[in-house]
C-alpha cells in the first residue's frame, strides 16, 4: 500500500498506529483550539517549575505527546519542520535527564 502521495509505501505499523490514534486525534480537533496547545503549556511549566517527581514525567509526557504527533504527521511534512520536532523532542528529553541529574 502507498501514501496518499504515492511517494513511500505505508508501513503496517504506521496504519496500525494511525487507526489507534485516529479517536484521540478527532476528539483533539473538536476541543476547542486551545486545547492542546494548553496541555503542551501545563505540561512544559510542570516540567521545568515543579520539583523533580513531578517535572521529569511532565517532561517525559510532552516528549511522548510531540513524538506521537511528529510520528502521526511525518509523511505530510519535508525537510527544515522535520528537524525541528525531533530538535525539540530531543531537547525536552536533554532537559529531563538534567533535572534528574541536578536533582
Known sequence: MSSPSGSQPVSSMRQRLTKISYPYVARLHAAPKLT??????VLALAGV??????????LI???????????????AVNGGPKFLRL????????FAVSRIANG
Not at 49 to 58: E, H, I, K, R, S
Not at 61 to 75: E, K, N, V, Y
Not at 87 to 94: D, G
Open 36 to 41: 492542546l496547545p494548553g496541555i503542551t503549556l
Open 87 to 94: 530538535f525539540s523532542i530531543l531537547v525536552i528529553l536533554l
Open 49 to 58: 517549575f515543579a520539583p523533580v517527581v513531578v517535572g521529569v514525567p511532565a
Open 61 to 75: 509526557l510532552l516528549a511522548l505527546l510531540l513524538g506521537w504527533l511528529a510520528f502521526l504527521s511525518w509523511p
